[in-house]
């Protein structure tokens, strides 16, 4: 059995590669693919085949595809211009014949609407029209994505966003990454879509205690409006269209569309996902 991960030049990408070789899949059978292979060079060093993988050049995925039997699609990472590239990574799945195929979609993708949405539900929709079997592994946010956050908080005592008392059930990257290496590795799953999560859907006001004991400092949680963003953003060299993309995020998840948390990838993990306090600490600057 082949394992293809794509875009494993990445964040999640390498924990991908990572997770499977914890996995027990041996390094052989571990295809690590990168728009800029030698970002995985390091792979190659540990008996792991890496290749070129452009989702906008067709030519490169099909090559990366031989001989492989699974794939981990993981998105890409320009909204609004990754539907195309997708696309040309499901045609040359379904002509490889791959008997599974993992995709890394948005939280609540084709049950909410919001801006970052429309591109994975697209997506979702192209890979069950292709009859490729397939997991859909929806995720929440990651702890890393608060990484700015918590080094303005290091610095001034404070943590700001529009969200109101909106939760928000992330985990950390690793987290993802073993769930998306189990769906792709395990029998049962092909046909479902899981929304996975942290375990506890915090508010800010629980980010701002969580960075207080990370940080050793008091970090209080102050509200913006939508307006007041808007206006930060735009003082600080943010172009129109990426203000009301940020606004309109912070507004989805005003209205709920992270604060699912049902347990379903600690349930699959067999573990509890990272507390938010830990990935607190290790975003530490």
Same mark, same amino acid.
């Given at each position: ?27 052989? @059978? ?14 190659? %060093? ?43 990574? /499901? ?36 890979i069950a029209a292709s009859g490729i079997p397939a997991v859909i592994v929806r995720n929440n946010w990651y702890h ?10 290091? %610095? ?49 006001? @629980? ?11 008091? /970090?209080v949680y102050e509200r913006l409006t939508s307006e007041q963003l808007a206006a930060g953003l735009a003082a600080a060299?943010?172009d129109e269209g990426t203000v009301g993309f940020v606004v309109g995020l912070d507004q989805a998840i005003a209205a ?21 306090? @830990?990935? /607190?600490?290790?975003?530490? /600057?």
């Amino acid at each position: 059995m082949k394992y293809l991960v794509t875009a494993a030049g990445g964040n999640l990408g390498r924990l991908a590669v990572e997770a499977l070789v914890a996995s027990g899949i041996a390094p052989s @059978d571990i295809v690590a693919g990168a728009r800029s292979p030698e970002k995985v060079a390091d792979f190659a %060093e540990r008996g792991i085949s890496t290749v070129e993988i452009d989702y906008d050049r067709p030519a490169t995925i099909a090559t990366a595809l031989q001989g492989v039997d699974r794939v981990l699609l993981i998105s890409g990472s320009v909204p609004g211009a990754r539907v195309a590239g997708h696309e040309n990574v /499901v045609r040359a799945a379904h002509a490889a014949g791959v008997d599974r195929l993992v995709y890394t979609s948005a939280p609540q993708a084709t049950t909410f609407d919001y801006a970052l949405g429309a591109d994975h539900r697209a997506t979702e929709e192209m890979i069950a029209a292709s009859g490729i079997p397939a997991v859909i592994v929806r995720n929440n946010w990651y702890h890393e994505n608060y990484a700015a956050d918590v080094a303005r908080a290091a %610095e001034t005592g404070v943590v700001a966003s529009s969200v109101g008392g909106a939760r928000v059930a992330s985990a950390s990257r690793a987290d993802y990454a073993a769930g998306a290496v189990a769906v792709l590795v395990e029998d049962g799953h092909v046909g479902q879509v899981y929304e996975f999560s942290g375990d506890v859907a915090w508010t800010f006001d @629980d980010f701002a205690a969580a960075a207080s004991e990370a940080l050793g400092r008091e /970090v209080v949680y102050e509200r913006l409006t939508s307006e007041q963003l808007a206006a930060g953003l735009a003082a600080a060299g943010l172009d129109e269209g990426t203000v009301g993309f940020v606004v309109g995020l912070d507004q989805a998840i005003a209205a709920g569309v992270l604060s699912q948390a049902d347990g379903v990838l600690s349930n699959l993990l067999g573990r509890p996902t990272t507390p938010l306090v @830990d990935g /607190v600490r290790a975003l530490r /600057v």
